[in-house]
């Protein structure tokens, strides 16, 4: 009956991931719809109809590139800018992730056509070494790289829809500046896209937008219209005296100097679109992803294996343990109990304090608020709280969650080295509190340091930096000291078996029952639950592409809890069969060891699936890679021993020991 319940719970859960990820019909909080009305044609102004807009205004994002993991600031490339306005003001969320938006000199009257309309002119020499050069430099290096603009419109990215195979289109939330044809005459990157780019060393850069603005009439609910999508088509013009968009394309050789003039212009059209509603208007930009098939083969691979864990978990529970229990209650005797072999001989050392009793203890603890933060963070996500349409949301809930739940480490951390004798509680407070946070927070500034020196924006400014200090000092640290103080003063933890004085000497192993054969095998199973949900995850930070699919994840999420708890309680059981009792380090390193698969899987990805260049981008790859895989140590490792100390503790506490 008990496994029954199990089951269907687990149906449930799975049944419930899979309606979220698809569920699509209801307003993200926060996220209110805004309409748009057509100005007054006789008099120009704004339209009187309340909370209806007239005026659409476009905002650009950082650039980015698959090249290079420095992103920059729009006006960083020169481009036409809006000094008058005030930017927008951003989350936590934003500024960790780099996105830096502004507004731009592009406004649009709603539903009023405009054909090459013009924007700016920019014009530089780059016989002025000191000025006009190196504007120029950044700008043939940002097209040499691919270079990416983000723009948005209502909340909304501006497409770039292009024909990719099988005749599928896929939608590009971003589009590159410019393009280049190498010595040789090879075209790169967008260069494909215009038989016209064909001059050898020669940068084009993409000065016009063609932007195409769907919208649907709201029925029945408030006046005027809703955006609905806000597709464009980069294109590149040698603009006439007239800018009738009708030249050839904005060359740019590599040898140039002298005068050079770019002129930047765009038209909109407004299309009517009765099929989309507001509500889906993400759905063709995540629908021309083609990741849903994969993700469900990623599903049913880790649900064989967690099948595969859970009958043998369950064929030690029901059949050998049992049978092991029974046997070891009916022993009356002295001359019986001399006899005794497997796992229950070692009940007097089972429980005995581990070495580095001090460091496990404070790696639980971080563990533990690392664990709690993903889980709320996770199930949040997957109610549509913290979708790509909420910026920056994700990464904010994260870190307000992380700095919240200091007082779940402090407890945790104080009440196991409590039950592990150690009565330096100062210092492991301390440790709960500064040594992993600490760990990161060095990292985290170093990369910092570097994307300061390289001019990227997403070089953390000096009052957001004092600000994450100001939390992690004034409100993390203080609650990781109260639950250390609750922690202490509850009674250690009680054992289920007295620990003897001296203790006893472990047989010699055999070479799948070491230590590390055993560590490195438990890793495995684990890994193999995540490896392709984790190839997303490494699209979505590295390759700039979205990740929407949380139902999935947290799914993942819970079958890597189960897979870890169940492959470290089946080498715990075989490791105490071969009188080993020292499970508590090799536990939490078990399942642990899936960060460095994950750490492993992570040079792979960057060898065989990145194109990035340039030595401070690797560095800075290979610094916040570091970062993640020592959380998801933390992460992994914590699951693990708490697996193998509720077995431990369940299967002594039903076998009588004299």
């Known amino acids: 009956m ?20 698809y569920a699509t019909s209801f307003y993200l909080p926060g996220l209110a719809p805004v309409n748009f009305c057509e100005k007054d044609s006789t008099t120009g102004k704004e339209n009187e109809v309340p909370d209806c807009k007239s005026t659409i205004e476009l905002f650009v994002n950082r650039l980015d590139s698959v090249e290079s993991v420095l992103p920059y600031e729009y006006t960083a490339f020169d481009f036409c800018a809006s000094d008058k306005e ?3 003001s951003e989350n936590l969320g934003q500024v960790l992730f780099g996105e830096r938006i502004e507004p731009s000199p592009y406004k649009f009257e709603f539903k009023k056509k405009e054909e090459c309309k013009h924007v700016c002119t920019k014009e530089y020499d780059t016989n002025k070494v000191n000025t006009d050069k190196p504007i ?20 909304m990215p501006v497409t770039w829809c292009y024909d990719v195979e099988d005749g599928q289109k896929f939608c590009n939330p971003g589009f590159p500046i410019g393009c280049y044809v190498t010595e040789s005459g090879r075209p790169k990157d967008a260069c494909v896209v215009n038989s016209e780019f064909n001059e050898k060393d020669t940068f084009y850069i993409f000065n016009h937008v063609d932007i195409t603005i769907y919208y649907h009439v709201v029925e029945n609910e408030a006046a005027g219209a809703r955006l609905v999508a806000a597709k464009m088509e980069p294109k590149s013009y040698k603009h006439k005296e007239g800018l009738d968009c009708t030249g050839g394309p904005m060359d740019l050789s590599n040898k140039f100097s002298g005068q050079l003039k770019i002129d930047y212009t765009y038209s909109v059209h407004f299309v009517e679109d009765q099929h989309i509603r507001w509500a889906s208007r993400w759905d063709y ?4 992803m083609p990741h849903t098939n994969i993700q469900w083969f990623s599903i ?18 029901l ?36 070495r580095k009793g001090m460091l496990l203890s404070v790696f639980l603890g971080s563990g533990t608020q690392i664990f709690i933060m993903t889980f709320v963070t996770l199930f949040f996500a997957c109610l549509g709280f913290l979708s790509p349409a ?17 007082t779940p480490a402090g407890y945790v951390a104080a009440r196991f080295y409590k039950s592990f004798g150690g009565e330096k509680w100062k210092t492991n407070v301390l440790l709960t509190a500064f040594l992993c946070p600490g760990v990161v927070f060095a990292d985290f500034f170093l990369m910092n340091l570097i994307l300061w020196g390289e001019g990227s924006s997403a070089a953390m400014p000096f009052g957001t930096l004092v600000a994450i200090l100001a939390l992690w000092f004034c409100i993390s640290v203080p609650l990781t000291f109260i639950g250390a103080y609750f922690g202490f003063k509850k009674s250690a933890i009680e054992h289920p078996v007295r620990t003897n004085q001296i203790p006893r000497q472990i047989p010699e192993q055999s070479f799948y029952t070491k230590p590390f054969p055993g560590i490195v095998m438990g890793g495995i199973l684990p890994f193999g639950c995540i490896f392709i949900q984790l190839f997303f995850i490494l699209n979505s930070i590295w390759s700039h592409q979205m990740y929407y699919m949380f139902g999935f994840l947290f799914l993942v999420f819970i079958i890597l809890v189960i897979t870890c708890s169940e492959a470290t309680i089946l080498l715990c059981y075989f490791h105490l069969c ?17 960060a460095i698969y994950f750490l492993v899987y992570a040079v792979h990805y960057f060898f065989s699936k990145l194109q990035i260049s340039g030595l401070a981008s690797t560095i800075l790859y290979f610094g916040y890679t570091m970062i993640m895989a020592l959380i998801f140590f933390l992460f992994t490792g914590t699951i693990g021993f708490f697996a193998c100390f509720w077995f431990v503790t369940k299967i002594y506490s039903v076998v009588k020991v004299d």
């Not at 930009?285 to 021309?288: G, K, M, N, R, T």
């Not at 049913?300 to 529970?317: C, H, K, Q, Y």
């Not at 949301?393 to 200091?406: D, N, P, Q, R, Y």
């Not at 020292?582 to 642990?592: A, I, K, M």
Request: neutral net charge.
């Open 2 to 21: 008990c496994i029954f319940r199990r089951s269907h719970t687990f149906l449930s859960v799975f049944f419930v991931a899979g309606v979220l990820q």
């Open 86 to 88: 005030k930017r927008p």
């Open 136 to 155: 120029v430099d950044f700008l043939k290096k940002g097209m040499l790289l691919n270079y990416q603009h983000h723009w948005i419109v209502d909340n």
């Open 285 to 288: 930009i995540l629908e021309s």
């Open 300 to 317: 049913m691979n880790s649900l064989v294996i967690v099948l595969f864990l859970s009958g043998m978990v369950a064929m030690i529970m």
């Open 319 to 354: 059949r050998t343990l049992h049978k092991d229990i029974a046997r070891y209650n009916q022993i009356d005797s002295v001359e019986d109990a001399q006899e005794e072999f497997g796992w229950k001989l070692v009940h007097g050392d089972v429980f005995r304090p581990p």
């Open 390 to 406: 909420n910026r920056g949301a994700l990464m904010t809930c994260a870190v307000v969650l992380w700095v919240l739940l200091g």
């Open 578 to 594: 071969a009188e080993d009792y020292h499970w508590q380090w090799r536990s939490f390193l078990t399942s642990g060891f899936t």
